[in-house]
């Protein structure tokens, strides 16, 4: 049996929001969720200066239409705006972008899915464009800027295999002119693998729906800030791999040992900065890192935010201080003082359960299920057992053949937070386990959510799932900005006046460059 938790190995912030659906299931509680915050878009102070390397959402699930397969996403750089040129997002070139995969409970990675990337801008010196043309393939010459990736498959000694030598990268959808047929793009850059295995990299819809405003005193202070998906209309930089289960498995065998933990990481070279120039150099650091959603961002406090960023799953526990977040998570006392809804009293055993060991009754906890913790698989030592905050999943799981956005909550067992689909409601299931639905029920007061149920996209049926990219601006439709007319007369709207000053503009410098043409004519003194 593993060694009983204490408050130094428990861990960390995650636990307190995925929690929830488990839970809720086994305590035979279903129910409408509640509101609860945003994954981890900007979460933490160093990171949200670096977003091309910002981990925002991790989604493990079997492959609906391969379930001899298991779909691993992870997505970074948050908050693209589709007019976001002229250099648009690409991916880093100095950085490594992991998938990390545990399938034995060490809280360690047995396998890392490691990116990098290369660039080829053929701009130069003759234009801003990034395409100059419609483009209607990868290999079309009016694409200016490309980028390129190597995959590796690095095992838990360190020793590595390539996989992909030089994949093509869906470039940032620059507009429904320059690229017609983006749909056409993606599907050229998807890539098989050897083995039974596909990977796409590129720019995709966000996929994350919830409303924001959970920051400005949780809705409003009255929950009337709801309804309102932020991430509407932005794109996000998407990793996405489709592996056959028995690659992740502990020993190849996904029957007897199916449950496995996913988190994803990004890692940059520390930096020597002179006047002038910055040189990458020494060991590679962790910069970011993403498990479970919902948990850097809200319940991590501020001064702890970028070290958890740096943290591997095996120090969670040795963090005292986000230990204490899960056992005592913010979230409900909040609630409390600005909803006057009691908050679960002492320390939160079954928070600490579900997340940081994953669902099983092995533990002698008190959800008396068996469902996606390391050590249910039979082949795995439960005394080298570490709690850690992860994403798990437990590959075993059918399909549902009628999947519901509450996921384990609604009795959908193959939803969050056993893994996590694109469809998952993970801001909905998230606070009523914060609550304790465990233990008092669904908190009917904040079952209406935050009622953003769907991504404004809808998700494809087949790899790499996520919707294609927004090409339009996230704030179209606001229309002309009537600029307050003087008293005694009616003033021209915001266009009118752009329109004179750009014709003011173009005269200054035609007059300007004829004047200077007339004094490089004539003789000097």
Known sequence: MSTPLTRRRTTRVAAALAAVGVAATAAGLVGAPGPA??????????????????????????????????????????????????????????????????????????????FTFQTEDRRGKSTF???????????????????????????????????????????????????????????QAITAVPGGAKAFVGQADDPFFLDLRVFDLLYGADLSEVGQDTLRGFNANTIALQVPKNWLALKGDAKRNPVIGVWSDTERRSMEISPGRARAHGEWVQVSRLGNPLVNEVVVPAALKDTFNSLTPDQDAKVEELVDRVTEPEVPRLIEQIYKIPAPRGKRDDLVEIFLTGITTKLGGPIKADLNSQVNNADVNPRKFVPSE???????????????????????NQGFPNGRRLTDDVVDIGLQALEGATVNGVVEGLAAGDKVDANENA???????????????????????????????????????????????????????????????????
């Open 390 to 412: 992860q994403l798990r999943l437990n590959m075993g799981v059918p399909v549902s053949g009628d999947q519901n956005r509450l996921g384990v909550l609604a009795k959908d």
């Open 37 to 114: 915050g945003a994954s981890s878009h900007r979460e933490a102070p160093l990171i949200a200066g670096d977003p091309a390397v910002d981990n925002t959402d991790v989604y493990a699930f079997v492959s609906p239409d391969h379930q001899d397969t298991v779909t691993l996403i992870a997505n970074f750089a948050p908050f693209q705006e589709p007019n976001g040129g002229p250099n648009f997002y690409p991916f880093a070139t100095d950085a490594r972008y992991d998938i990390n995969v545990d399938n034995d409970g060490d809280a360690k990675a047995d396998l890392t899915y490691r």
């Open 459 to 525: 998700f494809g049926k087949q790899f790499p799932y996520v919707a294609l990219p927004n090409n339009t601006a996230v704030n179209a439709g606001g229309g002309e900005v009537a600029i307050k007319p003087t008293a005694g007369g009616s003033m021209p709207t915001a266009p009118l006046w752009g329109g004179l000053l750009a014709v003011l503009l173009i005269g200054a410098g035609f007059w300007i460059f004829r004047n200077r043409a007339r004094q490089a004519a004539s003789p000097t003194e």
């Open 129 to 187: 464009l990034y395409n100059n043309g419609a483009v209607t393939s990868l290999d079309d010459e009016n694409l200016l800027f490309r980028q390129f990736y190597a995959l590796e498959v690095v095992d838990q000694r360190g020793n590595a295999k390539k996989l992909v030598q030089r994949g093509k990268v869906a470039p940032s959808n620059t507009g429904p002119k320059s690229m017609p047929d983006y749909g056409a793009l993606r599907d």
